[in-house]
Structures are given as structure tokens and as C-alpha cells.
């Protein structure tokens, strides 16, 4: 069975990073939103996307420099991000192949997952979506791993924490876990990981590796 690991929010608690990022660079703009409703609404969504939306909520266009500013300010604040806890016992007690599939540029992977100690579990099966097709909840990425690895579909288990990524690998034909043990989990967060296919929602680490054996059987 090939495992399949989203990066921000399952292998590195940097999902409330970015939302702090765009709040603050938002709150500059005029446009005020609580770190919560930047979480629930934007967590997992590509950057195009995201500035779309915001787009039509000012009324205006974002600045033009607004992804620069908003890269540069999270890849520096990336340099002190944390692993989520329980990471590097989980990594150890599984077996098998493994790899990361992340909305994530490669630049950003291998920034955050070095810092936390990560990148060696993994590299170089560290892919990032917009790299290899279509950002998620497109299949594309997972496709892709899965493919790597020579796997089918129905043998790859993916780890998730935002439901646009468990959209993607269900549409992929794969089995997935949800993951609501980040520092940007919210009320409601399981439910909607749920209704977006998981298999099934765990909210510690030492979780994901006994429902994978159980799945594993």
C-alpha cells in the first residue's frame, strides 16, 4: 500500500501560519477577517482561487504584489514552523512506500519540510500539484504518486486535513484518511472532511497509523 501525505496541516502545523499571513495582509487592504473565517474558508484552496474570492469581496482587484508580499512573509515565517505532533513516531512506525502530494510549490516543500527535519523521510517523493497538472481538489497529483510508485488507485491511502484534498483523492479512486489534528482545526472541521469522502477522521497522529494497519488488513 502506497501512503500518500498532504504536507501543511498533516506533516507541518503551518495551515494557521498562512491564514495568519493573509489576515494580517488582508487587514492593510480594509478587509477584516477573523483567523477562523480565514481557515474554514480558504484552508487547502489554491492561491488563485483564493485571490479570486478575495477579489470580489474588496470590490477591487488584489495588489498586484499581493501573492509576492504574502510568499515572502510565509516563507519566512515557515523557517520556524513545527511538525505536527506525533510526526516523526508515526513516520517511524510505519512501512512501505511513502510520499507527499501538496498544492505547495516544491520551492515551499522543501523549504518547510527541511526545517522541521521532514525532507529525509520523503525526498524526492515530494510532489507538488500545480507542478505536475491541476492544483486539488483535481486528482491530478495523486494520480501522479500513484503512478511513480507504479500502484492502482484502489491500493493508495492518502492523509488529508482539508476537504478539497480528500475531494481529489476520492475522485482519484483512493481511500482516505482525514486529519483534524493541526493548530488551524476548527468546529465542524471532521464533519466536512467527512462529507468530502474520508474514509475515515482522526484527530492525533498515533490515530492515523493504527487506522492504517486496520485498513492496511
Not at 501573492?67 to 516563507?75: F, I, K, M, N, V
Not at 517511524?92 to 523521510?121: A, D, F, K
Request: aromatic residues 4%; charged residues 25%.
Amino acid at each position: 500500500m502506497l501512503i500518500i501525505f498532504d504536507c501543511d496541516g498533516v506533516l507541518i502545523d503551518s495551515e494557521v501560519v498562512a491564514a495568519r499571513v493573509h489576515a494580517d495582509l488582508l487587514a492593510e487592504l480594509g478587509l477584516t477577517l477573523t483567523l477562523e473565517e480565514v481557515i474554514t474558508r480558504f484552508t487547502g484552496m489554491p492561491h488563485g482561487k483564493i485571490a479570486e474570492m478575495l477579489s470580489r469581496e474588496l470590490g477591487r482587484p488584489l495588489p498586484k504584489d499581493y501573492r509576492q508580499r504574502s510568499t515572502l512573509e510565509l516563507d519566512r515565517r515557515l523557517e520556524h514552523v513545527q511538525p505536527i505532533e506525533g510526526v516523526h513516531a508515526l513516520l517511524g512506525r510505519l512501512t512501505g512506500p511513502r510520499c507527499v502530494c501538496s498544492n505547495s510549490s516544491s520551492v515551499r516543500l522543501q523549504l518547510s519540510l527541511t526545517s522541521t527535519g521532514l525532507w529525509e523521510h520523503f525526498h524526492p517523493h515530494v510532489f507538488s500539484a500545480p507542478e505536475v497538472g491541476r492544483s486539488k481538489p483535481a486528482p491530478d497529483v495523486f494520480l501522479h504518486a500513484a503512478k511513480v510508485f507504479d500502484v492502482p488507485p484502489r491500493e493508495v491511502l492518502v492523509i488529508e486535513d482539508s476537504a478539497l484534498g480528500v475531494a481529489g483523492a476520492v475522485e482519484a479512486g483512493m481511500r482516505v484518511i482525514g486529519f483534524t489534528g493541526g493548530g488551524h482545526s476548527w468546529s465542524g472541521h471532521a464533519e466536512s472532511l467527512k462529507q468530502a469522502g474520508a474514509t475515515r477522521v482522526v484527530p492525533r497522529l498515533s490515530d492515523v497509523a493504527t487506522a492504517v494497519e486496520e485498513l492496511r488488513a
